[in-house]
């Protein structure tokens, strides 16, 4: 079965906010269980969604699909320079070839005519 590609032009928000705020809540009573038995706190800064409105979870997907099409371009801009750098490495290669088999023809030619 194929997959069908999703089209990052349109954010979706990845869950509703019920589930969002059912979500919060769990994080939060599991942190307080945790801090009640002496452990430190969930690093709740780490969670992307964890008390977000609708439209501040938008803004972050938004800002990070405009990243993602940025780093595309600049992966496709890399691999258009990494083949300009591999023809001229080629060329090169090529040319150094030419000239050692140039020169490998005149020094044998020239031990060869002084009896060496």
Not at 46 to 59: A, G, T
Not at 67 to 85: A, F, T
Not at 87 to 107: D, E, G, P, Q
Request: aromatic content about 10%; hydrophobic content about 35%.
């Amino acid at each position: 079965m194929r997959e069908k590609k999703r089209s990052f032009d349109s954010p979706v928000l990845p869950f509703n906010s019920e589930m969002r705020a059912a979500i919060d809540e769990i994080i939060d009573k599991l942190n307080d269980l945790l801090m009640d038995h002496g452990y430190g706190s969930i690093p709740v800064q780490s969670y992307d969604f964890y008390r977000k409105s609708d439209q501040e979870i938008l803004n972050m997907i938004k800002k990070k699909i405009e990243q993602e099409k940025i780093e595309e371009e600049l992966r496709k801009d890399e691999s258009g320079d990494e083949q300009i750098r591999i023809a001229h490495l080629t060329m090169l290669l090529r040319r150094l070839k030419v000239v050692f088999f140039w020169n490998a023809a005149i020094f044998s030619d020239f031990s060869y005519r002084n009896g060496h």
